[in-house]
């Protein structure tokens, strides 16, 4: 069924929607300038005016790229895709693409409620979709090596990252302005794993 679809195009595919996804993210700024020129305004007068929108820039920026790292890591590790996989992926491509749109919003609407509940909603739906891709892969082993991260790693340490999304999209429901700030929280799993690391190093050296 698999063993013969080579993951390449269906990756290669998916890093150009990503790479013109967050390059449309600066389109709003860009398009500031003139606007901000035909009202004679100053260039601190622009970042000043153009806040939200930097703002909102640099988070999905942020987001895209993590995600993609993600994305990157998962796919390291595949070796074949399935039609289950491929869907769960353009579902992920999906939420990829609709991301400039929310952070349009957020950029000139700032952090009301549905701003942000919209905002994060989607990152989360991008975040269900990538842990929909791992459940695939992880019930499937003609998609993967036997050996497979994927494979080994516990439930938990995938899903980390839709449960934190999952919290801030809460938040964001009942207090807008603490949900952008909940975001910060997807810094956790790296800082664990990193510590994880760190801790057992010295412990695999000895043996």
């Not at 549905?114 to 739906?125: C, N, P, R």
Request: aromatic share 10%; charged share 15%; hydrophobic share 55%.
């Amino acid at each position: 069924m698999s063993q013969n679809r080579s993951p390449e195009r269906l990756v290669f595919f998916t890093d150009a929607v990503v790479a013109i996804a967050i390059t449309l993210l600066v389109l709003p700024l860009v398009e500031a300038v003139p606007d901000a020129v035909a009202q004679h305004l100053d260039p601190a007068e622009l970042i000043s005016e153009n806040q939200w929108k930097i703002y909102s820039f640099l988070l999905s920026f942020a987001v895209i790229a993590r995600l993609w790292v993600v994305h990157h890591h998962v796919f390291e590790q595949v070796k074949a895709y399935s039609r289950p996989l491929m869907v769960a992926n353009f579902g992920w491509v999906l939420t990829i693409v609709v991301l400039p749109f929310p952070t349009e919003v957020a950029g000139l609407y700032g952090n009301d409620r549905f701003t942000s509940s919209l905002y994060i909603g989607t990152i989360l739906a991008a975040s269900l979709f990538q842990l929909l891709m791992v459940l695939v892969i992880r019930r499937d082993p003609t998609l993967r090596d036997e050996d497979s991260e994927l494979a080994r790693a516990p439930l938990f340490d995938t899903s980390v990252n839709t449960a934190l999304l999952a919290a801030a999209f809460v938040v964001a429901a009942l207090v807008p302005h603490a949900g952008y700030y909940m975001l910060l929280l997807l810094l956790l799993p790296a800082i664990i794993t990193r510590f994880r690391k760190t801790k057992s190093a010295p412990a695999e050296v000895n043996a």
